[in-house]
């Protein structure tokens, strides 16, 4: 089936760090990729995506490059602050539709 | 802020109950999605409606039902509650059946006694 796996969290960072949070996919045909955000106490908020392999999605300072040949697609931003901490999404569309499988989750927390 | 309005924010009720949770699109978006959020099952497909009608169903029990009214409001019906039911139940939008991006409420938080 059909399924987006994460790197557990948290993940703890020092403000200007780097960050790669890892994300893995099984799929069935070509799936279209997206990384979600949540801040605490709202609803999740598109952060980027990618349709086709070898698409690089990015929005601010975060990048993705979906990889058909690893099936990955991790998110990593090069200089993280404080107002990054939030949990981040991995998912997956195999239907071009908004029907969404997503991975668990992984809580980022960055300090100053 | 997304656009899409949820209510109530938060809903405690006792086994058995029945509860009804409403969700306002954005406008202009035709597509509504409902997903459940819990600790164990992560965030889950429920169903989809576009345009009042069902497109697409997941992993919806059969306890729960939906509907999507002619000014595009939706609501999602959750009878029979159970423990287990408690999660975080989130709305989203989209303009168009086929993937456009996705617009989040903030979500209703549901806790069954």
């Known amino acids: 089936g059909n399924s987006v796996t994460q790197m557990e969290g948290p993940v703890t960072l020092s403000e200007e760090a780097f960050l790669t949070i890892n994300c893995t996919y099984t799929a069935t045909g070509y799936p279209s990729l997206f990384w979600y955000v949540q801040y605490p106490g709202e609803g999740l908020q598109l952060l980027l995506k990618a349709t086709k392999a070898d698409d690089k999605g990015s929005n601010k300072g975060f990048e993705a490059t979906y990889r058909k040949e690893t099936t990955s697609f991790h998110l990593e931003k090069g200089s993280v602050q404080v107002s990054d901490s939030a949990v981040y999404f991995c998912?997956?569309?195999?239907?071009?539709?908004?029907?969404?499988?997503f991975g668990q989750g992984t809580t980022l927390q960055v300090k100053p | 802020d997304s656009g899409v309005t949820q209510t109530p924010k938060h809903l405690i009720t006792a086994t058995g109950q029945r509860v009804t949770l409403r969700c306002s699109p954005r406008?202009?978006?035709?597509?509504v999605y409902w997903y459940q959020q819990s600790l164990d099952q992560g965030l889950q497909f429920l169903i989809q409606?576009?345009?009042?009608?069902?497109?697409a169903k997941g992993n919806i029990l059969e306890r729960f039902s939906a509907q999507q009214f002619p000014d595009l409001h939706s609501e999602l019906n959750l009878s029979s509650l159970e423990l287990g039911d408690s999660a975080l139940y989130f709305c989203a939008s989209s303009v168009a059946l086929e993937l456009s991006p996705l617009h989040f409420g903030n979500g209703t938080r549901l806790t069954v006694t």
């Open positions: 406008s202009g978006d035709l597509s």
């Open positions: 998912a997956l569309s195999v239907s071009n539709t908004g029907k969404l499988i």
């Open positions: 409606y576009y345009n009042g009608e069902e497109r």
